[in-house]
T-cell receptor, first 112, second 114 residues
Framework: EAQVTQNPRYLITVTGKKLTVTCSQN?????MSWYRQDPGLGLRQIYY???????DKGDVPEGYKVSRKEKRNFPLILESPSPNQTSLYFC???????????FGPGTRLTVT | DQQVKQNSPSLSVQEGRISILNCDYT??????FLWYKKYPAEGPTFLIS?????DKNEDGRFTVFLNKSAKHLSLHIVPSQPGDSAVYFC?????????????FGDGTTLTVKP
């Protein structure tokens, strides 16, 4: 089944404790992206990757890191999480930039 | 500077009637426009798209219209069904507009009443 998986689905952590949210797709897509969704603010892009080893900042990259060492995986790293990073996070992938994106189920992160 | 705007946070329609969701954008260089639907506790799912070289695209009950001069697109759902109740996001991107970036609107919550 074609899908985007994210782990964990739910995470409660404390300020400053490094964490990684994994994202994997099995569709051989070139383009992958991370978004956060906050109430009333829609989906805001954090980072995106046009292909392996090619990543770039979205609209809200501060406090996040990503890597794209292989085509299927695109982890999101929070080196020192803060409460303002409490949000719902979505990973997405698409065949190419501009085509329809397939979204993962979301990761709800709470930073206390 | 919000480049993609959905000015109606919510819309309520009767089952069987038409639902019209609107989206405005500011950058004339956008090439691709897409609509996504999102149910609670799920990721968004793709609904329909249109490229800047077209002004209309249809897929079953869903039609998207693009008015480039007005920088406006709309999604028409006919007839509306209770299962269409969800949050709808429009999104835009462009090869010559920070290539790689996808910009989403804030979403419109559609409620279809039986």
């Amino acid at each position: 089944e074609a899908q985007v998986t994210q782990n964990p689905r739910y995470l409660i952590t404390v300020t400053g404790k490094k964490l990684t949210v994994t994202c994997s797709q099995n569709m051989n897509h070139e383009y992958m992206s991370w978004y956060r969704q906050d109430p009333g603010l829609g989906l805001r892009q954090i980072y995106y990757s046009m292909n392996v080893e090619v990543t770039d900042k979205g609209d809200v990259p501060e406090g996040y890191k990503v890597s794209r060492k292989e085509k299927r995986n695109f982890p999101l790293i929070l080196e020192s999480p803060s409460p303002n990073q409490t949000s719902l996070y979505f990973c997405a992938s698409s065949f190419r930039f501009g085509s329809e994106q397939y979204f993962g189920p979301g990761t709800r992160l709470t930073v206390t | 500077d919000q480049q993609v705007k959905q000015n109606s946070p919510s819309l309520s329609v009767q089952e069987g009637r038409i639902s019209i969701l609107n989206c405005d954008y500011t950058n004339s260089m956008f090439d691709y426009f897409l609509w996504y639907k999102k149910y609670p506790a799920e990721g968004p799912t793709f609904l329909i798209s249109i490229s800047s070289i077209k002004d209309k695209n249809e897929d079953g009950r869903f039609t998207v219209f693009l008015n480039k001069s007005a920088k406006h697109l709309s999604l028409h759902i006919v007839p509306s069904q209770p299962g269409d109740s969800a949050v709808y996001f429009c999104a835009a991107s462009g090869v010559n507009v920070n290539a790689g970036k996808s910009t989403f609107g804030d979403g419109t919550t559609l409620t279809v009443k039986p």
